[in-house]
């Protein structure tokens, strides 16, 4: 068993033992250990779930719609088994439930390529893929957000959040390149081979992680899930949160399952040039990623909040007009903007989740948040009917009118909403 001390002097790098200033969570051993075991994983994970499949799968069919059975197929699990792993990771060890679930992560990943290897693979064969890693994030995700806010003390954990935000951002622009290089140059095998080392990485570092004790909740699962819904119901700004999270992993992020058909229906351009898109998107939340670094409090105030969701949606649309005029170079500049945006209000939403939410419930309220950005995955499946049925570029314009919606919808009738502040 780990040792679960809290964090301590003893577990932050010392200032005179070091030559450059480390950002404040990354002076904490556990946290910089976790981070960089976070940063393997998560470029397996872009490099597996938003290319490797949804490449592989449009090899096999030439069908659109067999994007969008990808995203229902991850998303069918995650949303059924998701509040159960917020429960879970309240109740339970949370290392163990993450070292469990990345490790079955990279073992699907290994299967996988076994098949295309021997030339065995079928769309049935990716479609149950991308089921079982749906399954096992359900329980990944919560436990993963219940342990790193643990792993630095109250000061730092605004530090943790952008630093957290980095992996994600940075590698949305590395992970697709590398993926589409290495199929480009190697093969498809290959690419989903890299992804699952990223996985048995941080199923063994987690291991080692030192978290302070807490105490484990009562009740049954169901009791414990019902109080954690209760909680969130009975604060507006935690409906409105997760409630926008919801609508921007339905209809705005699922753009990135529809890539592989902008590649070859749209633009008519080959793997590469399809991570380039994703890597220009990426490169903007990185870009994002740092402003609201700076931004400070700032961060937490409505503005930015509204702004930002409002400001990915409305490039959304704009990506949609130029890419059905046929321009490649103007498609990676509003993904750009679009990235940017859209990470600046992620970041404002994560950190007024973890600086509001008690830690006996932090588990549970983020299951319910991890909840929403399953519905990335069954986004993919109504926008690839839209593209299937209409357009592809129409699929996202109507995806970022929607988001817009709901944003400016609650935020009109709810004076708590609009005067979020610090």
């Known amino acids: 068993m780990p040792d679960s001390s809290p964090p301590s002097t003893t577990e932050v790098t010392s200032p005179g033992k070091r030559r450059l200033q480390l950002p404040p969570a990354l002076r904490y051993r556990s946290f910089r250990n976790y ?3 976070l940063l393997a994983s998560v470029t397996g994970y872009q490099m597996l779930v938003n290319f490797s499949l ?9 069908d659109a719609r067999f994007e969008g059975y990808v995203g229902l197929s991850i998303a069918i699990p995650a949303i059924g088994l998701n509040l159960f792993g917020g429960v879970f990771a309240d109740r339970l060890d949370p290392r163990r439930l993450v070292g469990i679930a990345q490790f079955l992560t990279a073992t699907v990943a ?12 079928n769309q049935w064969h990716v479609l149950a893929a991308a089921f079982l890693i749906g399954s096992t994030q359900a329980f990944d995700t919560p436990s993963r957000q219940s ?22 951002t940075g590698t949305r622009i590395v992970a697709p390149t590398i ?13 989903v081979l890299v992804s699952a080392t990223g996985f048995y990485i941080l199923s063994v570092v987690v291991q080692t992680l030192k978290l302070p004790p807490s105490d484990r909740i009562a009740g049954s699962v169901f009791q414990q899930m019902l109080a954690g819904f209760a909680f969130i119901k009975e604060n507006p700004v935690f409906m409105y949160l997760i ?8 209809f705005g992020m699922s753009y990135i399952f529809l890539m592989p058909v902008f590649a070859k229906e749209v633009l008519d351009v080959g793997a590469e040039k399809t991570g380039w898109l994703l890597g220009a998107s990426g490169a903007g939340a990185l870009t994002g990623t740092l402003i609201a670094a700076n931004m400070g409090s700032r961060l937490c105030d409505a503005k930015a909040l509204m702004g930002g969701s409002i400001l990915f949606a ?23 903007f679009a990235g940017c945006s859209n990470n600046i209000y992620l970041m404002s939403v994560m950190v007024n989740l973890q600086t509001r939410v008690p830690d006996r419930f932090r588990g549970r309220v983020m299951g319910f948040y991890s909840l929403t950005w399953s519905m990335t995955a069954l986004g993919a499946f109504q926008a690839s009917f839209f593209a299937h049925y209409v357009s592809p570029p129409a699929a996202v314009a109507i995806g970022g009118a929607l988001v817009i919606a ?16 610090p």
Do not use: Q
Not at 151 to 161: C, D, K, T, Y
Not at 179 to 191: C, E
Not at 243 to 250: K, L, S, V
């Open 35 to 37: 981070w960089l075991a």
């Open 54 to 62: 949804l490449w592989l799968i449009y090899d096999i069919t030439h």
């Open 110 to 121: 290994v299967i996988l390529a076994v098949l295309v290897m021997t030339g065995m693979v």
């Open 147 to 168: 342990i790193w806010p643990r792993l630095v003390g109250r000061e730092a954990l605004p530090n943790a959040v952008a630093l957290n935000s980095v992996i994600w």
């Open 179 to 191: 993926a589409g290089i290495i199929i480009g140059r190697i093969n498809i095998a290959a690419a």
């Open 243 to 250: 409630g926008m999270t919801f609508f921007n992993g339905m």
């Open 314 to 336: 409305l490039f959304l649309m704009a990506f949609g007009v130029v890419t059905h005029f046929g321009s490649y170079e103007l498609g990676l500049l509003v993904l750009f």
């Open 406 to 421: 709901f944003v400016l919808g609650p935020a009109l009738v709810n004076k708590e909403i609009r005067s979020l502040a």
